[in-house]
T-cell receptor, first 112, second 116 residues
Framework: RKEVEQDPGPFNVPEGATVAFNCTYS??????FFWYRQDCRKEPKLLMS???SGNEDGRFTAQLNRASQYISLLIRDSKLSDSATYLC?????????????FGAGTRLAVHP | DTAVSQTPKYLVTQMGNDKSIKCEQN?????MYWYKQDSKKFLKIMFS???????INETVPNRFSPKSPDKAHLNLHINSLELGDSAVYFC???????????????FGPGTRLLVL
């Protein structure tokens, strides 16, 4: 089983749609959670951290369910510019250092 | 100013050659990383250095050797290149905030390596 699993997609949605991505992780000792965004042929960039109580940043809402080891990202009012791959990232502390594990990503394509 | 830079951006070479990729960060971070992203887009950690000390060394062939001359630089040398080494290699840096910290990793633009 992969440490971080995501539906690879692609999710094809029209502009203005609401879309949700899910992610599960296997290491119950995971301590921090993030969503990164990666555009085609570009480097990953932090979209948002995910906090236990859930958090929102504009049109983006992230949720964490530690009991189910599940993270979600909701995008409202999708824009063409949201088209990208969204990477679920989990951090845990082991052997004296932090380690980030990246999911393989979920592709989103927003069309007019 | 570019926060994390890598050179070269593209590298096309023959099997069996030795090549190096350089990485520099001007963010004052104490931790740097090398990741490999293969054709399936899976981003996997290879190495991590904290204050010039190797702290993560994943299961990577010993043909790959990182070197950190100082906190701002982390280079990757690859010996006897193989076809399977073709991938995009990303350098990244962060300021370690300990367990539970919410530090951001900043990635370089990537080096696209093609081994023929």
């Amino acid at each position: 089983r992969k440490e971080v699993e995501q539906d690879p997609g692609p999710f094809n949605v029209p502009e203005g749609a609401t879309v949700a991505f899910n992610c599960t992780y296997s290491n119950s000792a995971s301590q921090s959670f993030f969503w990164y965004r990666q555009d085609c042929r570009k480097e990953p960039k932090l979209l948002m951290s995910v906090y236990s109580s859930g958090n929102e940043d504009g049109r983006f809402t992230a949720q964490l369910n530690r009991a189910s080891q599940y993270i979600s990202l909701l995008i409202r009012d999708s824009k063409l510019s949201d088209s990208a791959t969204y990477l679920c990232v989990v951090k845990y502390f082991s052997g004296g250092y932090n380690k980030l594990i990246f999911g393989a990503g979920t592709r989103l394509a927003v069309h007019p | 100013d570019t926060a994390v830079s890598q050179t070269p951006k593209y590298l096309v070479t023959q099997m069996g050659n030795d090549k190096s990729i350089k990485c520099e960060q001007n963010l004052g971070h104490d931790t740097m990383y090398w990741y490999k992203q293969d054709s399936k887009k899976f981003l996997k950690i290879m190495f991590s250095y904290n204050n010039k000390e190797l702290i993560i060394n994943e299961t990577v062939p010993n043909r790959f050797s990182p070197k950190s001359p100082d906190k701002a630089h982390l280079n990757l040398h690859i010996n006897s290149l193989e076809l399977g080494d073709s991938a995009v290699y990303f350098c990244a840096s962060s300021q370690d905030r300990g367990p539970g910290g919410q530090e951001t990793q900043y990635f370089g633009p990537g080096t696209r390596l093609l081994v023929l």
